[in-house]
């Protein structure tokens, strides 16, 4: 299975603050990388796909990048709706695996 | 609209069965692999498997596999997910997602909530 880390765990930041998560893959996964919001007791909501696109709806101050195993996600001016648990996923291969998870919280 | 609703919360017993569902509108359902997401309490997101409906083509995570069946019927747009024999360490909150055009979960349903407990 293609193992999926992302740091930090959690982080503590302010509103208007740039936010940026880090996701691994433990080899290449052709660029097959989501990423995914989750409110506490709601469904997670799908944000950027293939690395880089960004989902229908989702506003532009969500940006993905990276390639081949780095990947990151960048909030440019975190707002209050924000802070959500972020988790990033591979479906480049079988089983898909999802990374632990980035906690996102107010300072 | 594209909609993914799942059945209600189940609360069942150790080594009862159980099969939730999850049936989708607004798009092509047979189209478009639809999968599986666990999430334990106060824990990540688990992959647990996926079917395309169209020809039933299943894949289940090594994690999963012989835990639990994934099955759907493409006449009503309803995927399912079932357990034989449930153990308490199924309690769970369930998700069903739709792989859209992208490839990945587009679209999610509300979850399910399955305890499991004598």
């Known amino acids: 299975d293609i193992q999926l880390t992302q740091s930090p765990s959690s982080l503590s930041a302010s509103v208007g603050d740039r936010v940026t998560i880090t996701c691994r893959a433990s080899?290449?996964?052709?660029?097959?990388l989501a990423w995914f919001q989750q409110k506490p007791g709601k469904a997670p909501k799908s944000l950027i796909y293939?690395?880089?696109s960004l989902q229908s709806g989702v506003p532009s101050k969500f940006s993905g990048s990276g390639s081949g195993t780095d990947f990151t996600l960048t909030i440019s001016s975190l707002q209050p709706e924000d802070f959500a648990t972020y988790y990033c996923?591979?479906?480049?291969?079988?089983?898909?695996?999802f990374g632990p998870g980035t906690k996102v919280d107010i300072k | 609209e594209v909609q993914l609703v799942q059945s209600g919360a189940e609360v069942k017993k150790p080594g009862e069965s159980l099969r939730i569902s999850c049936k989708g509108s607004?798009?092509?359902?047979?189209?478009?692999?639809i999968g599986w997401v666990r999430q334990m309490p106060g824990q990540g997101l688990e992959w647990m498997g996926i079917?395309?409906?169209?020809?039933?083509?299943?894949r289940y995570s090594p994690s999963f596999q012989g835990q639990v069946t994934i099955s759907a019927d493409r006449s009503i747009n309803t995927a399912y997910l079932q357990w034989s024999s449930l153990k308490p360490s199924d309690t769970a909150m369930y998700y069903c997602?739709?792989?859209?055009?992208?490839?990945?979960?587009?679209?999610w349903g509300q979850g399910t909530l399955v305890t499991v407990s004598s």
């Open positions: 997602a739709s792989a859209g055009i992208s490839g990945s979960y587009d679209y």
């Open positions: 607004g798009y092509s359902f047979i189209n478009y692999w």
């Open positions: 079917i395309y409906p169209r020809d039933s083509d299943t």
């Open positions: 080899q290449g996964i052709n660029n097959y």
């Open positions: 293939a690395a880089t």
């Open positions: 996923q591979q479906y480049n291969t079988y089983p898909a695996t």
